[in-house]
């Protein structure tokens, strides 16, 4: 009997790792977070490198209730206090920001070489993505500062 236990818990343990490696890249939990379809209006051309539907980039500017819809956003400060950046949050696998290669606790410092540290300068730079075929963001992932370009066509 002891036998029959120790063999139904091992294969319990299997079903239960491949129903894991079987749901790998759809999400965790019971799926509340599976990623969203993907849109072929934005295509990754290399590392770094991003084509984008201005149709998409309209959408999300034209906007303060769209744009709100990608993620959230919080000021970031540096090691001495100074605020260096906004942060973003709550971005859902597979929607145009993760597919543009923007990830959770990605710090946006500039774009196009517009510093970002206040709300003025973010609405600013938010606006004028509008109306640019080529946007250049420099940001840092875990410390390690980055950029990633945009070509919008």
Not at 41 to 58: F, L, M
Not at 68 to 74: C, D, E, F, T
Not at 122 to 138: D, E, H, Q
Request: charge should be positive; hydrophobic fraction near 30%.
């Amino acid at each position: 009997a002891k036998r029959k236990r120790v063999e139904e818990a091992a294969q319990a343990r299997a079903e239960k790792s491949q129903s894991q490696s079987q749901s790998k890249g759809k999400g965790k939990g019971k799926g509340k977070n599976r990623c969203l379809p993907t849109d072929e209006r934005i295509n990754r051309q290399a590392k770094g490198s991003y084509s984008i539907d201005s149709e998409i980039v309209n959408h999300y500017t034209g906007s303060i209730e769209a744009a709100a819809k990608l993620a959230a956003v919080g000021w970031h400060e540096d090691s001495t206090g100074d605020v260096d950046g906004f942060q973003v949050f709550r971005i859902r696998c597979g929607s145009p920001l993760h597919q543009a290669g923007i990830r959770n606790k990605d710090v946006i410092h500039s774009i196009n070489g517009k510093q970002i540290r206040s709300y003025a300068q973010g609405i600013a730079a938010w606006k004028l993505l509008r109306s640019k075929k080529n946007v250049k963001v420099v940001y840092s992932r875990k410390g390690q500062t980055r950029t990633m370009n945009y070509k919008v066509s």
